[in-house]
């Protein structure tokens, strides 16, 4: 299976990408995650982005806060598909980070999930390499109908006074 390449911004991004980290160990997807900057260390993250489909990724996650350009410089630099997840910070609650993430112009896209949408970037992640794989498909699915019953569960519970 290819891997999921994460980087972060800083290491201060880790307790949101850890539950990235934790979504891709239950389904059994191998990942890599780096702390690279794109105004810090951007030519490490260059480096990771444009040998990324030869090094066995098959899609990216870019966690970053505030002025948050590392998934639009990822993505410029590889043809893998780059998911961005724009991260909190105190100045404007993520809002900052949204925004830069989420309008990238014309010609290079970064596909955005909410603010510290961590979660789901792992999910989409698996989505997209569940296009070419069944079995991780399937696992997709299981999570899905596990996740309903649970909902449903809760609900029974306040059916019968018993939540
Ligand atoms: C971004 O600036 C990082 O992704 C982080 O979310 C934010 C703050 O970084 P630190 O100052 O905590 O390293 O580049």
């Known amino acids: 299976m290819k891997k999921v390449g994460i980087v972060m911004g800083s290491a201060s991004d880790l307790p949101v990408v850890q539950k990235t980290m934790d979504a891709l160990k239950a389904l059994g997807i191998p990942y890599e995650a780096h702390v690279y900057s794109a105004h810090r260390t951007p030519a490490q993250a260059a480096a990771f982005a444009s040998s990324a489909r030869e090094n066995g990724f098959g899609v990216i996650i870019a966690a970053a806060g505030m002025a948050a350009h590392l998934g639009g410089v990822l993505a410029s630099m590889t043809t893998l598909p780059v998911i961005g997840i724009p991260c909190k910070s105190a100045a404007l609650d993520g809002m900052d980070a949204l ?58 519970a306040l059916q019968t006074g018993t939540p």
């Not at 896209?109 to 792992?122: E, K, L």
């Not at 989505?127 to 498909?137: F, K, M």
């Open 99 to 156: 925004l830069a993430t989420v309008q990238m112009p014309s010609g290079i896209p970064v596909a955005t999930v909410a603010i510290d949408g961590a979660t789901n970037a792992a999910l989409l992640a698996a989505e997209i390499l569940a296009v070419t794989d069944g079995e991780l498909a399937q696992k997709l699915a299981d999570k899905r109908a596990k996740d309903a019953a649970a909902v449903l569960e809760k609900d029974c």
